[in-house]
């Protein structure tokens, strides 16, 4: 049993990280045989693509999937620490799963991702949660076969999860959500420590994979027919400050450029390391999509300081207004917490200052949520939950109302959509994506899922937009 101990996570260790080859030894072959398997993932979209290494590494041992949850014989929880809401979801449904366990004796229950990370939820898990049979952590999402097999063989619970850092595990299985689109990881961890966040803790520090392995796996993506490719990152215009070859963010955007694949992104950048030469990089090729997450968190050089973001309000300002100048038609959503420790109704208007400046296309919005062992969750906090949802609210008035304008630029124009698929709610056919990142929904023909088509936008709504296919 190895458990997680956040003492040894917050070090950061300069050895050299080593490259590992991923195998499926024979011995694993057979463990799903006959038996169907239901994962759960919470999170972001570095989650989203490890449950896409996990479903790939689960059929590889024989099992199946099974969209019922309560029909399947595995059923593992791949869960995210960021926020208290998805930790209490993912506790919620461990209660869940203890009551259908109770009439189900031989159902396997697992959890990993970033809450496996975390000290006070193993030791959770073991004081009160018995329905629980294994669980690993992020650094070694590739022992899932031992791990199992354990559990299997003992019928005991299997707790693994490495607070140093493993090594980077390459050629790890993968079964693609989209025909079209695909996340491809290229740095992992993150060594900004910012006081409210837990990631450094839970993904470890900084760590490159080599452009080699990127290029190559990429290169695979264009031969398959792939439209666009998602760079994925903790920090990921951090990419290569790890390494000793001089070849960073810049250099991989221009080189994947190069691939010709149709449509590259990226995502999550911290403005710390957003450099020039990035915004040269993307100016300059096309197929670069001009739309960049840039998290601010607070308009407050007095509450960024605090959050230990590494910039002030007007370093922001000035970056944002650079790339806004630099790259045409350019799409920039955000992230920004309101009710930080120590926020006050000065801090906070300065915050909705900066809003009615950069006047997002997009921001995800939250209520500060304290996680455990960050610096953050140590610092007096007097403002009232309710003062805090009340700036919320007010916050989130002016961000939609900027949504809306931004999407009703489009209306009468024609712009170029990767239709993605069929939409379920019945009222279009069809739905897709602008090289901006918004969502757009039309009628149309189901062979056109896959292709970068014209589409004349016809209707603007705060969070979508409405089009038909262009004649033209």
Not at 150 to 155: E, I, N, Q
Not at 229 to 251: I, R
Not at 399 to 425: I, M
Request: glycine share 6%.
């Amino acid at each position: 049993m190895q458990l997680p101990n956040y003492k040894q996570a917050k070090q950061r260790i300069k050895e050299n990280v080593k490259i590992e080859n991923y195998e499926n030894s024979a011995i694993y072959q057979e463990l799903g045989s006959g038996k169907t398997y239901h994962l759960k993932t919470y999170g972001c979209q570095m989650n989203e693509h490890d449950s896409e290494n996990i479903e790939a590494m689960l059929e590889q041992l024989g099992f199946t999937k099974e969209e019922n949850m309560e029909a399947a014989d595995l059923v593992l929880l791949n869960t995210c620490s960021i926020r208290e809401n998805a930790h209490n979801k993912a506790f919620g449904m461990l209660g869940r799963l203890k009551h259908l366990k109770e009439t189900k004796k031989d159902l396997i229950v697992g959890l990993c991702g970033c809450m496996a990370q975390e000290e006070g939820v193993v030791n959770e898990i073991l004081e009160k949660h018995k329905e629980v049979n294994f669980v690993f952590g992020t650094h070694n999402l590739h022992h899932l076969p031992q791990i199992l097999k354990k559990h299997l063989d003992t019928s005991q619970q299997q707790i693994e999860v490495f607070s140093k850092e493993g090594n980077l595990i390459e050629g790890l299985p993968v079964k693609r959500t989209s025909k079209h689109k695909a996340y491809v990881n290229i740095i992992y961890g993150c060594d900004k420590f910012c006081t409210y966040c837990i990631v450094p803790y839970t993904r470890g520090k900084q760590r490159s994979r080599k452009k080699e392995d990127i290029l190559k796996e990429i290169q695979q993506l264009v031969k398959d027919g792939y439209q666009e490719v998602t760079l994925l990152g903790q920090n990921v215009n951090a990419y290569g400050k790890d390494l000793e070859n001089n070849y960073h963010m810049e250099d991989l955007l221009e080189d994947v450029a190069k691939t010709n694949i149709p449509r590259v992104r990226f995502m999550t950048s911290h403005p710390w390391d957003f450099t020039d030469k990035m915004i040269e990089v993307i100016e300059k090729y096309p197929n670069i999509m001009p739309f960049i997450h840039l998290p601010v968190q607070s308009g407050s050089s007095r509450i960024l300081k605090l959050m230990g973001r590494r910039y002030t309000k007007e370093d922001y300002l000035t970056l944002l207004d650079k790339i806004r100048n630099r790259i045409p038609n350019v799409s920039i959503s955000t992230d920004i917490i309101v009710g930080f420790p120590g926020e006050t109704e000065e801090d906070f208007k300065e915050t909705l200052d900066l809003v009615e400046h950069c006047k997002y296309d997009n921001a995800y919005t939250f209520i500060y949520s304290a996680r455990e062992n960050t610096p953050a969750s140590k610092l007096l906090d007097e403002t009232s939950l309710k003062e805090k949802e009340e700036r919320l609210y007010r916050l989130n008035n002016i961000v939609n109302q900027y949504f809306l304008e931004s999407n009703q630029k489009l209306v009468d124009k024609v712009v170029k959509v990767l239709v993605e698929g069929k939409n379920e709610n019945g009222k279009t056919d069809l739905y897709g994506y602008t090289d901006t990142n918004k969502l757009v929904n039309f009628d149309g023909d189901d062979t056109l899922i896959g292709q970068i088509i014209d589409v004349k936008i016809t209707n603007a709504k705060t969070w979508s937009l409405d089009g038909k296919i262009s004649e033209c």
